[in-house]
């Protein structure tokens, strides 16, 4: 299937869902992540707020670990600023935060990465924009935090078609399965996770 197409599937599926499934499911995917070594482990997380049926992470946040969100630059780079409770809603209708205190790259150590899909390799289908993809680059960055993907069942497929730009995904987290990509970080023991 093209991207394209699973892109429009997973996104048509994901709008039938109601409100309470979105919920059990998301809370039920949180709980997994809780249990594992790379949340535990990890002080400072970057997150999202969840719109159209994503997996909604809010669950995740407490005070013993600082919360960050993304807020789109121009150039097509995500930067991280912590919450304050307050979010707008900026481009493509996605809420980002209007507090001032920024969390680097580099002192991330875990991102949790919204999706539309993923496959059983850590390959990551986003909206498009490329906006993960570009500020997670290996190349451009000393550090790269773990990246961990929260999805529905149904938008974990076997094996898609991915581009020499994408980023791939350390962990992929659903409501019945946990799957550790082994591509994403060739040079870290899969032992760490």
């Known amino acids: 299937m093209e991207r394209r197409d699973l892109r429009h599937k997973m996104l048509e599926k994901r709008k039938t869902l109601k409100p309470e499934t979105v919920e059990m499911a998301s809370l039920k995917v949180c709980a997994i992540l809780k249990d594992l070594n790379c949340f535990k482990e990890a002080r400072k997380i970057a997150s999202y707020v969840a719109i159209n049926g994503e997996i909604d992470p809010k ?56 999706l539309v899909a993923a496959d059983h ?44 730009w994408d980023v791939p995904l350390d962990v992929v987290v659903t409501d019945k399965e946990v799957f550790f990509a082994e591509i994403a970080h060739a040079r870290v023991s899969m032992g760490e996770y």
Do not use: C, W
Not at 63 to 73: A, D, T
Not at 75 to 96: D, M, Q, Y
């Open 121 to 164: 390799d850590g390959n990551r289908l986003g909206h498009g924009a490329g906006y993960y993809d570009k500020t997670f680059d290996s190349a451009k960055l000393l550090k790269r935090p773990k990246l961990v993907g929260l999805a529905h069942s149904f938008q974990v497929v076997k094996k898609f078609q991915s581009k020499e």
């Open 59 to 114: 669950s995740l946040e407490s005070v013993e670990k600082v919360f960050s969100f993304p807020l789109m630059q121009e150039s097509g780079n995500l930067k991280f600023f912590r919450s304050n409770g307050n979010f707008t809603i900026g481009a493509f209708g996605v809420p980002e935060p209007t507090s001032e205190i920024e969390d680097e790259l580099e002192t991330l150590d875990l991102v949790i990465v919204p």
